[in-house]
C-alpha cells in the first residue's frame, strides 16, 4: 500500500502525515529517502501516475515568449510543456544524467553585477554536496577530482582566468537506464512502513491558519472529480521551478510579501551555431596539438571538463560565470579555415598544429524583475488551476557578459599562444539561435532578508512556519551548472532542518 | 634586408616546410588567407602597415620572433580583427593584408 490512487479514495478523504512533500520529483524523493525508518510518517503528494500520461502532461501547458534587447521575440509556448516531467520520478525522468556542483563563484556575492550572493557558501554546502554525490552513486566533488587527476588527460593551462570545470555523469537518470532509475524511486518506498506515495493527488490550493504563519492544510483534486485534503505538521513544495510560483501564487500570493514570487526567473541555454547561413560553425582552435580528450570524447563513463571563468576572471572582465564546451568536430574543416589556423598555429608554437573543436558557450543569465511568471487567470485547467505565462527576458547585462566572456577567453588563448576562438553569432541572431536546457531557477529566490527574497536561508518561506520549498527556484543565481546535483544537496540540508524541526532523532 | 612579398612568403613556406606540420596539415596554402587581408584593407583603409613590415625587415628568424611576439601583445591589449566569426590578433590580419 505504499502507492495509493488518490482516484480510489473516498471523496474528501483526509491525508494525514508528519511531513507532506508536494510533488514527487527528485528533490522531494531525496528527503523521502532520508526520511525511510526515521519514525515520523511522510506523504509525497504526486500529480502523476508512474509512466507519462499525455493529459496529465497537458496541465502544464501555458504561455511563454522569451526576449532579448534587439532580438525578435521567440515563442516558447511549447516550452512549458516539453521541459517538464509530470509523473512519479518528475524531470528527473527525462534527465540525462550530468551531475555538476555550482562553482565557488555562484554562491559568492559579486558587487560588479548586482543582486548576487547566497546566504550559503560553497563550502558550508560541500558536505551536502557530498551526500548528493553518494546518493547518486558518483564520485565526490571536487576531492576525488583533485586527488586523482588522469595525466594521461591534461587540463589546457590558460591563465588564472580561466580552469578546467568537472563534469561527471550518474547512471541514475530516467533518460539512460530507465530500470535503474525506477529502482532507485521506488524500492526504498516498498521497504519503508512510514512514507506512502499518493498519485494522481494535484494540490490546487494552500491554505494558511488566521495567523497567516502556518499552512492549515492542503487542497488535493484529482482528475476524475474526486476532493481530497492533506494535513501535515510541514510542508515541503517540490513540484519544479515553474509550478512551485504557480501554486503560490495560486493560493493568494503566498510568498510574494517583497513582490519578488515569481520574479528573477532564470534558464541555461547554450549559445552555439553548427553549419549556419553562411557555412559557419563556433569552434576553438587549439594550436600546441595538446590532446584535448578531457574535454572532448570523453563519454558519460569519465569525468569530463569545460572550460569555465574563475571568480577572479570575472571581475577582471567585470562578467557572470561562462563555459566553454567542446567537442569534436565533424564537418569538413573549409580549406580558409584551415589556412587561419595553421597560421595561427604557426604564429603561437613553432611547429605544432592546429585542431579544430566545435563548441558551444553558456554565459550565466543574471537575476532581472522582469524575467517573470505571473498567472491567466482567464485561462484555467481542467483542474480549476490558472495557467502560467512565462515572459523569460535576458538584459543588456546578459548579451554583455556573453560576448566581453567570449572574447576574454579568445583573448586569453592567443595571448598565451594557446589557439583561437570563432564565434560568428549577430547579437540580433542570439534568441533565434539559442537552445534551452530544462532549468527553471530563480523565481522563489534564496535570500537573508525578507526583502531580497522568497525563501530563507533554510528554504522556509518568509514569515511561515511550516512551509518549505525545494528545487531550483530557490536559487538566488542560476550559475551555468546542471543544477539537479545541487537541488539534492539542498534537499540533504533541508531534510536535516526537518528532522530537527519535526524532532527526528539522529 | 627589406620585406618584399617575395620574402614573406618565403618565410611562410619555411614555416610550412617544419615536419610536425607536413605531417598533420600538409603544405600552408597562402592564397587562402588573402580573403582575410581584403578584409582588413577594406575594413582599415589608412592602417599603417611599416612597423610590421619594419619587425619582419631584421632577417627571418628574428622578424617571425618579432611577429609572434606581437600577436601575443595584440590579444594582451585586445587588438584584434573579427574575420568570419574567428578572433585574430590584428598582425596576423595584417600579414595576410601585407599578402593580398
Redesign the interface.
Known sequence: MAFIDARTLPEASEIEADLILIGGGLANIAIAKQWAGAGKSVAILESGGRELDMEIQALYAGAGIMRAPGNPERNIDEYLIQSRARWYGGSGNVWGGKCVPLDESDFARRDWLGRTGWPVTRAQMQPYYDRACELLQIPLFNRDWDRHPDPARPPLAINDSFFAAPRVFTALSGEVDRARFDAWCNDFIAAATNIRVYLHANVTNIRLRRNGRDVESLDVACLNGRRHSARGRAYVLGTGGIENVRLLLASGGIGNHSDLLGRCFMGHVTFGVYENA?G?N?MLCVSD?QNMSLYADSGRANTHCVIATTLEGQRRFGTANFTATLFNASAPAN??????L???????T?????RQHGCFFMSEQLPNLDSRITLLPEHTDPLGMPRVFLDWVYSERDLDTLERS??AL????????KG??????AREALLATLNASRHHMGATRMSQDPEHGVVDENCRIHGLRNLYVAGCSVFPTSGIANPTLTIIALAMRLSDHLKRQLGVRA | MILTKRNLLAAFAALAASPAFAQTNGALDLTATEGLGRAYRTANPNADLAPLRAALAGGLDHGLEAVRARVRADFRASRVFTYRGWRLSETEAQLCALLA
Open positions: 553562411d559557419l563556433t596539438g580549406p580558409e579555415d584551415t589556412a587561419l595553421a597560421l595561427a598555429a604557426k604564429l603561437d613553432a611547429g605544432a598544429a592546429a567570449i572574447a579568445g583573448d586569453a588563448l592567443g595571448a598565451g599562444a583561437r576562438v570563432r564565434w560568428p553569432v
